[in-house]
């Protein structure tokens, strides 16, 4: 199994978090959870285990502080352990936040009232494969490298591989609805999952799917798929599998503009054609990584499978990048992107500097997509202390894509947490304004959680009667993607 890789090293000083004390466990609790499963309580292991990757409580944990600190780290085992966790929860009112490999980078896996953090990484490994079908039965603390080693043994792969693959597990890819930089040809999880076994917070244990294409009333499995945590823990992930590809190609291509590149790859994903990789840059980000000079936009390709399809799709990518007024680059700037694509050691290098730096994805139309590129960067930019707001696409549908835009500001000291507000505010509104959506894979947590109304206009209200129908204690995962929660207000922003 892979070594956990954590959150980057910093000493918190503190035992209590940013948020102000947490509420006190009721007496006998947590003898009741020892008697359950592994349980943490070391003060300095705890606090550490209540932070994940969110920017902002990066700069916090700079200055010794997680945004809030668990009572207690829960380790369960077996489904059966994370039943009687649940159970101990709902009935004495303690919050209880999952967390898999706390890659995430919205929050969404820090304890927001304390409680109890449920570490779900002791759940390791992959269960059974059926290689005739392409099944894979895994359990929700694989992480990225587990799972492809173990399958590639059997002549197969998932095909997802998110940035944070190294530090990232199954479970979490579902609770967040991530995205692998390969998704234009293996989808984004909810396509790839094929079924899930979840644990409600009344400890019943449910089992969804399973089979291909189901009429059985409304699809359960994507009911939890992107729930963050508060509808339900999931304990079991069956994942859809394929041959591993026989065959793979590259391609590079500059454009004039990003419009002549955005274009290019709606026509491309119109004609059918899905490359696996389809990753265009605007003329800054082509010039900090892709081999730019800073004068055009930087399109990179690469399909993988059976040999004929590949063929045809780079066939369909070029005659299109040709017509859109692309002209070919050397294709060893795919390369290139290979061996740098999952280093963010810069960025973070900037937070210790100080800097205000994030990413903001989101999804939208191909009707839409221009005047967000556009209005995102201006809105940003216009923000006091914003140094720099780029963007580049890099997952595209049928229907439209997903813009990941880059920024940074360098706030004095004091005011870098209006700033980083400012900024989401900013970029996040202008998307909404313009018809994208909230986010396309890194999800909401507690980042997002204030702009949810306004993303589901009355279909939060369907969301939070579903979620108080499966948690009426309200104890899975409180203070997150804008619903009600019994225990206040999170302190923040
Ligand atoms: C450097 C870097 C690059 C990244 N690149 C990508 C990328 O390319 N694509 C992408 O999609 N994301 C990316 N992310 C974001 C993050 O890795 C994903 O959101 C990932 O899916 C989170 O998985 P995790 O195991 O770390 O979950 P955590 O961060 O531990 O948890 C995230 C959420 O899922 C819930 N959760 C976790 N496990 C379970 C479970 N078993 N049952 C119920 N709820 C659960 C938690 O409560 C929380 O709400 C990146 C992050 C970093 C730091």
Request: aromatic share 6%; with cysteine; charged share 15%.
């Amino acid at each position: 199994m892979t070594p956990r890789q954590p959150t980057p090293p910093i000493e918190l000083t503190g035992t209590a978090g940013r948020w102000g004390a947490a509420r006190p466990l009721p007496d006998g609790f947590a003898a009741t959870l020892v008697g359950v499963c592994d349980v943490i309580t070391d003060v300095g292991a705890v606090a550490d285990a209540s932070r994940d990757w969110w920017p902002l409580a990066m700069h916090w944990a700079l200055a010794g502080q997680a945004p809030q600190v668990a009572a207690v780290v829960a380790r369960p085992a077996s489904t059966e352990q994370v039943a009687a966790v649940l159970r101990a929860c709902t009935a004495a009112g303690v919050p209880v936040t999952p967390a898999g490999g706390r890659s995430g980078v919205v929050g969404a896996s820090v304890p927001a009232f304390g409680g109890v953090l449920l570490d779900l990484t002791a759940l390791q490994g992959i269960v059974s494969v059926d290689a005739v079908s392409g099944l894979v039965e895994v359990l929700p603390g694989t992480f990225g490298p587990d799972l492809e080693d173990e399958l590639r043994g059997h002549g197969l792969t998932v095909g997802h591989y998110p940035q944070s693959f190294d530090i990232a597990t199954v479970g979490g890819w579902v609770a967040c609805r991530g995205a692998g930089q390969y998704s234009t040809r293996y989808g984004k999880i909810e396509a790839i999952v094929a079924g899930l076994e979840v644990v409600l917070a009344d400890g019943t244990v449910v089992r969804t799917g399973g089979t291909p294409a189901a009429a059985q009333g409304p699809d359960l499995t994507q009911l939890f798929v992107g729930s963050e945590g508060t509808l339900g823990v999931v304990t079991k992930v069956w994942l859809k599998a394929h041959p591993l590809p026989p065959s793979e190609q590259r391609a590079a291509f500059a454009f004039p503009t990003f419009q002549d590149g955005l274009e290019a790859c709606r026509r491309i994903l119109r004609r059918g054609a899905t490359p696996a990789v389809l990753r265009l840059y605007d003329a800054p980000e082509s010039q900090r990584g892709q081999g730019g000079d800073g004068t055009y936009c930087v399109l990179l390709v690469l399909d993988e499978g059976d040999e004929t399809l590949v063929a045809a799709t780079m066939a369909v990518v070029a005659e299109e990048a040709a017509a859109c007024g692309g002209s070919d680059l050397p294709r060893d700037l795919v390369e290139r992107w290979m061996h740098h694509r999952n280093d963010t050691s810069a960025l973070q290098a900037l937070t210790r500097k100080g800097f205000v730096v994030d990413t903001m994805e989101i999804a939208a139309p191909w009707a839409a997509l221009p005047q967000i590129f556009d209005d995102v960067r201006a809105a940003m930019m216009a923000v006091p202390h914003a140094r720099a707001a780029t963007c580049h696409l890099s997952h595209s549908y049928l229907d439209g894509a997903c813009l990941y835009f880059t920024f940074a500001a360098t706030p004095p000291p004091e005011a870098v947490d209006e700033t980083y507000v400012a900024l989401w505010d900013a970029g996040q509104r202008a998307v909404l304004a313009a018809g994208g959506n909230l986010s396309h894979h890194h999800g909401v947590g507690v980042n997002r959680a204030r702009f949810m109304a306004e993303a589901l206009g009355p279909g939060m209200g369907v969301f939070q009667a579903v979620k108080d129908a499966l948690d009426p204690a309200g104890v899975l995962n409180p203070g997150k993607m804008g619903l009600r929660s019994p225990f206040g207000e999170v302190a923040w922003p």
